[in-house]
């Protein structure tokens, strides 16, 4: 299902970019698109991690309730401090986690051993870098981080433009060598060949779309549709539509808890700050809840995509 289920996401991103070119999509409605697949996609993905971790631990209980909540809250508190006093440390923590996590959900081989595990890592952590030094004129806020980074803007446009280059030819670099040791990384050539067209599409929907719009599709539809289908045969539930609701269901009472404070914070930010300094705390926000997902999801034992 899942390389069927890649096609589908990545012909949605063809539209969108279609979209896109023929109405041009503004920066508000940008954001409220990347508001809308955050909440309704991005945030129950998320919210399934206690009962992924009580599935992995195999335990049951109040004790675990409490040992999984008070890890988890705390690493939050811990990060956004970090955020706070040391934000250009704070990036790299987010750019080298996402990188990994980004890397295992878009990979399509093998995942048994540490180099299969390097591998995706280097893939992910070569897209996250294509994607922020491509639209560093949008993200440069959020590096600045309402102008405590220590480092100017400049450098910061400096190192993007070295950077840039270099990440598309480590993609292409990544690809050559899993072409020539394709037996160690994927069960099957097709398998490759699928990986090929995924990084090939997901590249043109990051030089056809401005930063938001690329990052509410990446993250808000294919991120957390691709992670969801991984829980879902974590849990052995059926691919059906009663599958997928049920999966839902799980992670309704979680969600709910997040909705309300996000919302809250969104309706507290807004009044008090404008658009420009509003994406940057919703963007550390973001990283701040996804430092103890990264956590859990990591211990899922990947599978190789199947079709």
């Known amino acids: 299902m899942q390389l069927r289920l890649r096609i589908i996401l990545l012909l949605i991103g063809g539209l969108l970019i279609v979209i896109n070119h023929l ?18 996609l991005g945030i129950p993905h998320g919210a399934l991690d206690f009962f992924i971790d009580k599935k992995i631990q195999n335990t049951q209980g109040m004790r675990h309730t409490l040992v999984f909540f008070g890890k988890y809250f705390s690493n939050m508190a811990i990060y956004a401090l970090i955020w706070y006093y ?15 996590h980004f890397g295992e959900i878009d990979w399509i081989g093998k995942a048994e051993n540490k180099l299969h595990q390097l591998m995706y890592f280097l ?27 220590k480092i100017e803007a400049e450098k910061f446009y400096a190192i993007a433009k070295t950077i840039f280059p270099i990440t598309q030819a480590s993609l292409i670099i990544i690809h050559i060598i899993l072409f020539f040791s394709w037996k160690f990384f994927f069960t099957k050539p097709i398998n490759f060949f699928y ?4 990084i090939g599409c997901l590249n043109i929907i990051n030089l056809a779309l401005p930063l938001w719009l690329c990052f509410a599709f990446y993250f808000g539809i294919w991120h957390s549709i691709l992670s969801f289908d991984k829980i879902r045969q974590e849990f052995d539930i059926q691919n059906t539509i009663k599958g997928w609701l049920s999966l839902l269901y799980m992670a309704l009472p979680y969600s709910l808890l997040a909705w309300i404070g996000i919302g809250l914070f969104i309706k507290y930010a807004l009044q008090t700050l404008d658009m420009a300094h509003f994406l940057p705390l919703l963007f550390i926000g973001i990283a701040v809840l996804a430092l103890p997902h990264l956590q859990v999801f990591t ?3 990947l599978k190789e995509t199947t079709i």
């Open 123 to 149: 893939l992910g952590l070569s897209w996250i870098l294509f994607l922020l030094s491509k639209n560093i004129h949008s993200a440069i806020e959020i590096f600045m981080l309402l102008g405590q980074s």
């Open 299 to 301: 211990k899922v034992k």
């Open 23 to 40: 109405y041009p999509i503004n920066f508000n409605n940008q954001v409220n698109l990347l508001l809308i697949v955050l909440f309704v």
């Open 195 to 198: 990986a090929v067209i995924q």
């Open 86 to 100: 040391l934000p250009t440390l704070a990036i790299l923590i987010f750019i080298a986690l996402t990188a990994y």
